[in-house]
């Protein structure tokens, strides 16, 4: 069924009854070419383009719980492009790309929503780096505006500026930044996949790998034994788990973040805001809510919630922003497992073992991330090279002093 | 989270910093480069980098920075949070006095 005005308009003249499941519900078959791990927004986007670009059909994606019940349904939903390092800069912006013409490629409304994104500074030193930054991106043909505060005033006259000890001087704004329904991505992937032949799976957990001399064959699953061509993993926040099945120790260490959303208001806050003296983001999601968050907790986690330091400190950055935050109260705050790796960026690669592949490493980054992540994992898995926008985000970087540290805090995952 | 520091008492978690595992033990390259500057770079690699990323009891390191600024190490689950025994780290001065009796 093709989504559009006339089959809305069709559904809502008799009474919504025409509506015909999205996906399929398959079992699974014996074998596939390729197993993808992980049925989030990385996993669906990857079987998707693995038929949709490489003509790679036979697919199953397995979940362990329902699609989208990780951190596809956990985070804040902002997509942006505003990265200044190699390897992440292009990366990033074929990501943003893609987000751009997302809803007619899927016929899925994702309600991806281009509302800007202003990355707040305040000081001299800060306003140095944003240039840098800003610059950075322009050089790569990714539009940055440089602001100063009176620009910033007149869009957002609510903040704080006059802080003494955090005073507003400006910020860096990518209008192409913006937010997208997160579900929404994960269902229209998982339909448009659907109609391309992908097998989703869900409540299939992989419990171990098989293997034949040593490649790995298939995997074992709680709906039992599936053999595969080749098998992806896209699992983050549980990567370590999912690898030690195959005897793999990775530079990936697993934290928890979490999230905050106020009951709804009328519409507040234009596009996303980050405050740029402490961990701060906000933007106004289409109900009304305020969505916001800030730093890691700080401590390993597999518990997908947090503690209340972090809240205390998310709040108190949104106060120092934004006084009158105080005034909207909370209505809802979860935490999400982030994969995070040891230079903050991610893993796209072919791992030491014969026939897995390996995505991972998404740190709090993964939501942006999610097509060209997709995009470059299905032609990993396709043509057994990286995809030339992720040919840096390789596993072997580490050992070869070749990271990706947009932070610059070294190997201390919960700083990044 | 409350952490039972073995000087300070139950204390919020805030008070304390995180380090991490407390397994990796960083190689000695006197040692290690014995047998050529390969296994000792492999050694040294494995400590930066790689990570059990346990799930379930992990033994990590944590900093009373809010109170007595020891280095404690701490029996965790990092699946439900919760702790078990807390001690003195090797090494830091904490340990050093309890065992000369001061």
Redesign the interface.
């Known amino acids: 069924m093709k989504y559009s005005i006339f089959s809305l308009a069709k559904a809502a003249l008799s009474g919504h009854k025409g509506w015909t499941r999205a996906w399929r519900d398959p079992a699974p078959k014996n074998h596939y070419d390729v197993v993808i791990i992980g049925g989030g927004g990385h996993g669906l986007a990857t079987a998707y383009f693995l038929a949709r670009e490489y003509g790679i059909r036979n697919v199953a994606v397995l979940e362990k719980g329902w699609i989208g019940s990780g951190n596809a349904g956990r985070n804040t939903t902002i997509i942006r492009s505003n990265y200044g390092l190699p390897g992440n800069t292009g990366f990033y912006e074929l990501s943003m790309k893609l987000w751009e013409r997302m809803e007619q490629d899927l016929n899925y409304n994702a309600m991806v929503s281009q509302r800007g994104i202003i990355n707040l500074y305040h000081s001299d030193a800060q306003r140095d780096a944003f240039a840098r930054r800003g610059n950075t991106m322009r050089i790569n043909g990714i539009d940055a505006e440089l602001l100063d505060a009176a620009q910033i005033r007149k869009e957002l006259p609510f903040l704080n500026y006059d802080s003494a000890r955090f005073p507003i001087m400006g910020g860096l704004a990518q209008r192409r930044a913006g937010t997208a329904r997160h579900d929404a991505v994960v269902w229209g992937y998982a339909r448009a996949a659907d109609q391309r032949g992908v097998d989703i799976i869900q409540n299939c957990e992989v419990t171990g790998f098989t293997r034949i001399n040593g490649r790995i064959s298939g995997v074992e699953t709680t709906r039992g034994t599936i053999s595969a061509g080749k098998v992806g993993m896209a699992v983050a926040g ?1 990567t ?2 999912v690898a030690a099945m195959a005897g793999m ?6 934290h928890v973040l979490q999230a905050f959303v106020s009951e709804a208001i009328k519409p507040l806050i234009p596009g996303v805001i980050t405050f740029g003296a402490g961990h701060f983001y906000i933007s106004q999601s289409d109900k009304g809510g305020l969505v916001f968050g800030g730093d890691l907790d ?6 997908q919630r947090g ?3 972090v809240v ?1 400190d998310v709040c108190e950055g949104g106060m120092a922003v934004m006084p009158m935050i105080g005034r909207v109260r909370m209505l809802r705050q979860w935490g999400g497992i982030m994969d995070m790796s ?1 230079d903050g960026t991610p893993i796209i690669d072919k791992t030491p073992i014969d026939g897995l592949y390996l995505n991972a490493g998404w740190c709090y980054g993964g939501f942006k991330a999610t097509p060209a992540s997709g995009l470059a994992f299905a032609h990993l898995l396709a043509r057994d090279e990286p995809h030339s926008e992720a040919a840096l985000f390789r596993l072997d970087r ?2 070869r002093g070749a990271m990706i540290d947009e932070k610059g805090q070294g ?4 700083l990044h | 989270m409350r952490i039972a520091c073995p000087f300070c008492g139950e204390r919020e978690s805030g008070e304390f910093t995180y380090l991490g595992d407390a397994s990796p033990k960083r190689p000695n390259f006197a040692v290690d480069s014995v047998a050529g500057p390969e296994p000792a770079e492999d050694a040294f690699y494995d400590y930066v980098y790689l990570r059990d990323n346990v799930a379930g009891v992990m033994r990590e390191y944590w900093y009373h920075g809010g109170g007595c600024r020891s280095w404690l190490i701490a029996e965790r689950n990092t699946v439900t949070h919760e702790f078990g025994s807390v001690t003195a780290a090797p090494g830091a001065g904490a340990t050093k006095l309890a065992q000369a009796g001061e």
Not at chain 1, 249 to 254: A, F, G, R, T, Y
Not at chain 1, 298 to 303: E, F, H, P, R, V
């Open positions: 549980n370590s788990r120790k990775l530079p990936i260490e697993s700080g401590y390993n986690s597999y518990a503690n209340m330091p205390e040891m580490f050992r190997a201390q995952p919960n």
